[in-house]
């Protein structure tokens, strides 16, 4: 991984009128205290939101920013909750969408076994499943996976942190693709 693509290295590469996205970039992708968050959850958080952008730029600049401090068991559970959370969030979506309490009532019978050992704490898988489900617009699932971080014991603002970096990243994803890049 080259490490000179990051974050800074991603903010220069925005467009003029994603200047928000800029600034909001170098305020999200940090330690946050009020958050309750360790340094290595929003960086997993990025990664796994990173991934979900399905940006090839973003997860480039996240990695780059993330591989000095994240564990390679982080960096793992982050494309676990990319990959489980893709097929996830489009079944529980659509049997939501359906309208259909008995489709509701049926059993997935879909293997999901990595969010029983995600290789890290339940919390930590539980957050990088909220931004990745956050991404990709289930309202079921981030139902649930915020209703279980904070049953973990982390408060309302780490819940409204992980929303604000999957934005973020999103909106620089979205950046690059409109820029043409």
Do not use: W
């Not at 008995?102 to 539980?126: C, H, W, Y």
């Amino acid at each position: 991984m080259d490490s000179a693509v990051n974050i800074e290295t991603l903010k220069e590469r925005l467009p003029d009128y994603a200047r928000d996205i800029k600034l909001n970039l170098s305020a999200v992708i940090k330690h946050d205290e009020a958050s309750g968050l360790s340094l290595n959850q929003v960086l997993g958080i990025a990664l796994a939101s990173a991934y979900a952008t399905r940006s090839p730029d973003v997860v480039k600049a996240v990695l780059g920013e993330a591989q000095a401090t994240l564990t390679p068991e982080e960096s793992n559970a982050a494309r676990a909750a990319a990959t489980i959370m893709a097929m996830n969030n489009i079944y529980y979506r659509s049997t939501y969408m359906a309208q259909d309490e008995e489709i509701g009532q049926m059993p997935a019978r879909l293997r999901m076994n990595v969010i029983g050992s995600p290789g890290v704490d339940k919390a930590t898988f539980e957050l990088y499943s909220l931004a990745v489900s956050s991404i990709n617009g289930c309202s079921a699932c981030i139902v649930s996976h915020s209703a279980a971080v904070q049953q973990h014991g982390l408060p309302k603002a780490a819940v409204q942190h992980v929303f604000k970096i999957a934005a973020v990243l999103n909106a620089a994803a979205q950046a690059l693709f409109i820029q043409g890049e």
